[in-house]
């Protein structure tokens, strides 16, 4: 078992990718030659296991694995391992007598929702433990017989809050968008913003995009611009008003296509001045003709939305295929629309939809400054 693989450095002594490489093909690995010790070994008859939190690892040492993909725990699924096997553990451990360490479930889900954020229960087990200590002090100081811990009082045992738990807009806004995105450590709500300020039609991004989360907004821009009468916006507004989008947590980088569709909606809500329904989240790639591609990460996603109160998603018509995987109580607890294009979006997500307007060529060069139209213009009507 080679654990963390994703981990392996290189430096002056050698790069163990390299000779991993050796180690791991089928073809080469019966006369595998240790440089140190000068000896042949044969590994053919070995099975190796990897572990990596990420699959960023070099491409020729990737494609000599199979990979398996081990999806984290559920909210649901850690609340069930923390009261099976985690909390009489530490009980055990620290020498708690029964009846004298309670930690309730509403206390435990608190626990798990503010104070931990990761896929396993690795950072959970320390913070039952921290709980378990800081019991047995109290019970040994003669303060209580013995401890019983709510979310009322988890703060004074745990300490302040260390993660914000992932909850929907209150109120429909111009322009606010919740989007999904997908972590290492589970899924995350993801709010998109944006607001129109005087300028020259150009589009300013901030909170820390990657370059293919900047191309995703560009395209969705683009986009935009091409339907704009479609969606009740008139072309010559891009020649007066700039538009700024920014996501959240800046010092968070963010990265990834799937938030094409909540791209577009935002810049159709703020260019329309249309509020969007704060109980819909979305997630999909959006191309130039308007489709929504399939996106990775749904479980995950889903949950994240389920967590934070969502009541509609709205995914890919692609992943449709991918539910069968979802379980059921995630699915009962959403109203999951697949869609294939972003006006089935913008019908569910906005509280409105705009209404198309006609633009010809003649308002075009009308809307323009200092340029007359004759009686011979051209007038070609957008629809």
Not at 249 to 258: F, N, R, Y
Not at 308 to 332: R, S, W, Y
Not at 354 to 373: F, K, R
């Amino acid at each position: 078992l080679l654990d963390e693989i994703d981990k392996l450095g290189q430096d002056f002594r050698g790069d163990p990718a390299s000779a991993l490489l050796e180690v791991l093909d089928p073809e080469q690995n019966a006369k595998f030659q240790d440089h140190y010790l000068e000896l042949d070994y044969d590994l053919s008859d070995i099975m190796f296991v990897t572990t990596a939190n990420s699959l960023n690892l070099p491409q020729p040492l990737l494609d000599r694995m199979e990979i398996i993909r081990l999806e984290g725990y559920t909210e649901d699924e850690k609340l069930e391992i923390a009261q099976r096997h985690l909390i009489p553990k530490q009980v055990q451990q620290h020498g708690l007598k029964k009846g004298e360490f309670t930690l309730t479930e509403d206390g435990l889900r608190d626990l798990i929702r503010y104070y931990t954020r990761e896929a396993g229960v690795r950072t959970l087990e320390r913070e039952i433990a921290r709980l378990a200590r800081k019991s047995l002090r109290k019970i040994l100081e003669k303060q209580a017989k013995s401890v019983t811990i709510t979310p009322e009082n988890l703060g004074d045992f745990a300490g302040v809050r260390k993660f914000k738990h992932g909850m929907s807009e209150e109120e429909a806004q111009v322009g606010a968008v919740t989007g999904l995105a997908w972590t290492e450590v589970g899924g995350e709500l993801l709010t998109i913003e944006s607001v129109t300020t005087p300028g020259k039609g150009e589009i300013k991004t901030t909170g820390k995009l990657g370059e293919v989360m900047t191309e995703s907004v560009a395209a969705a821009f683009s986009f935009v611009k091409a339907r704009a009468p479609a969606y009740g916006i008139k072309p010559s507004l891009f020649q007066r008003r700039n538009i700024h989008i920014h996501l959240p947590e800046g010092a968070v980088p963010k990265d990834g296509p799937s938030a094409g569709v909540g791209m577009v909606t935002s810049i159709v809500s703020s260019l329309t001045g249309i509020a969007v329904r704060p109980d819909v989240a979305m997630t999909g790639e959006v191309t130039l003709r308007g489709r929504v591609l399939a996106i990775g990460g749904l479980k995950e996603k889903l949950l994240a939305a389920l967590r934070g109160g969502i009541k509609t998603v709205l995914i890919p018509e692609e992943n449709v295929k991918d539910l069968a995987e979802i379980p059921e109580n995630i699915k009962q607890g959403l109203e999951i629309v697949p869609v294939a294009h972003v006006d089935a979006v913008l019908e569910r997500a906005l509280v409105s939809m705009p209404v198309a307007i006609e633009w010809s060529e003649a308002d075009d060069l009308a809307s323009q400054p200092g340029v007359t139209v004759g009686e011979g213009a051209a007038a070609t009507t957008a629809h």
